[in-house]
């Protein structure tokens, strides 16, 4: 066994898609680089990323229209974006033998829509620049003196630096190792550190008919949140179904506002299956269905007039209508019931999921203590910071991981 050397030019904390990057190209400069990973490899919350597929980025390629994303983080993300943006995401993948598709709503994925490909070439990457990698490494303590780091402490010894990057993550899918240790290191630094929250996240709901269709999804629906029964917002898109509630595209990125309404009173939504029909031409293209199956049973056509896999599910929510009942003999007042339940499906929102379901959990280190044209924290020279550490509010759709990749690269590159 080959005794342990601690001392390089830089110590990376933290081996996922940032600690990677950064250390890759810190690397690929021609500093010595050591990545502490506490898992078992490199990269556990990337291989599982984009169930799997790894939405890699988002081909945003206007500046400003992308960083519009960011909220109110995009004012300090002008410099390290204009120094490797998504075009050079796309161009540093490519590279590396790994070309990108991109999908709807400009997200991109590896050609292959494997995660475990983004891993490989990342891990092919840090090979060749020459990174040292310390797995089962657990880091307990950082030592500081004078506005430097001096060294890190480990279960394997203590390893010293000239620059340290602090990129163990944030606190969204805990089992692959972001239990965000990083955010303790950086309050007992002396940094601000705003406590995390799932904010990428489904939300869990009530009804018992919304868990019957898990796995179900609407491609094109209309969603409205009601606070304490007055109406608040509406979005249209693509909803899944699940055990516990909803999820999908749309619910994702509406969790954080969500969340907001959850803290201030009882949160109900109306979901509208079909958004571009008002009840008149919905009313009428039931009672045309009615007419050319009159002599059937509802039950038998019940499927036809509401979305696929939903028919069992929603007759429920119908139970004072007598589904064996010749369609012709179906009463004016219950077509409208169903007209009315399919454009005002009730949901009751209990809570949004957890760490553990939560895509991405918002919170970390403030963006005024970084020097975000380096990453470097402000209050300690040689330290710098990025990923999911740094407290930027962002969508699902590959926003992320380019946060990720953009920081990860500028640290790496930006080392004395």
């Known amino acids: 066994m ?73 004012k300090f993300l002008y410099s390290p974006f204009s120094q490797f943006g998504v075009k050079d995401t796309f161009s540093f993948f490519e590279s590396l033998g790994l070309p990108l598709v991109v999908q709807a709503r400009n997200r991109a994925f590896p050609y292959t829509e494997k995660a475990i490909d983004v891993f490989n070439t990342l891990k092919k990457f840090i090979d060749q620049s020459g990174v040292i990698i310390e797995n089962y490494c657990t880091v307990k303590k950082i030592t500081h003196e004078r506005g430097k780091v001096t060294a890190v402490q480990t279960n394997k010894g203590e390893f010293s630096a000239k620059s340290f990057i602090l990129a163990t993550g944030g606190v969204s899918h805990p089992e692959t190792g972001s239990t965000g240790d990083g955010f303790i290191w950086l309050k007992e630094l002396g940094h601000s550190v705003k406590t995390p929250t799932p904010s990428i996240v489904p939300l869990a709901v009530e009804q018992t ?48 506002a969500v969340g907001d309404l959850l803290s201030e009173g009882e949160v109900t939504a109306k979901i509208d299956a079909y958004p571009d029909t008002d009840l008149g031409a919905l009313d009428q293209s039931i009672t045309h269905t009615f007419d050319i199956n009159k002599n059937k049973t509802l039950r038998t056509i019940f499927k036809y007039i509401v979305p696929a896999g939903m028919a069992p599910s929603l007759q429920k929510l119908l139970a004072d209508i007598d589904f064996d009942t010749k369609v012709h003999s179906v009463s004016k007042e219950n077509r409208k019931k169903i007209v009315n339940l399919l454009k005002n499906l009730p949901v009751t929102i209990t809570n949004l999921m957890g760490y553990d379901r939560a895509v991405i959990a918002d919170g970390g280190v403030a963006l005024e203590e970084i020097d975000t044209k380096s990453m470097r924290s402000k209050l300690f020279q040689n330290l710098y910071i990025v990923g999911d550490l740094l407290n930027i509010n962002r969508l699902s759709g590959g926003y992320s991981l380019q946060i990720c990749w953009t920081s990860g690269y500028i640290a790496g590159s930006n080392l004395p």
């Not at 400069?29 to 890699?56: A, M």
């Not at 516990?244 to 990125?253: A, E, M, R, T």
Request: aromatic letters at 10%.
């Open 209 to 256: 008919w919304v868990k019957e269709l898990a796995g179900v999804s609407l491609s094109f629906m209309k969603i409205t949140f009601y606070l304490d029964g007055k109406k608040q917002f509406s979005k249209i898109g693509k909803v899944l179904f699940t055990h516990f509630g909803l999820s999908g595209p749309l619910i994702l990125n509406m969790a954080t």
């Open 2 to 74: 080959r005794p342990y050397v601690k001392e390089y030019d830089v110590v990376v904390i933290g081996g996922g898609a940032a600690g990677m990057m950064a250390g890759g190209v810190a690397a690929s400069k021609g500093s010595r680089v050591v990545i502490l990973e506490k898992n078992q490899s490199l990269g556990e919350k990337l291989k599982i990323t984009g169930g799997g597929r790894c939405n890699i980025t988002n081909a945003e390629f206007e500046l400003p229209a992308l960083l519009a994303k960011y909220g109110k983080s995009e």
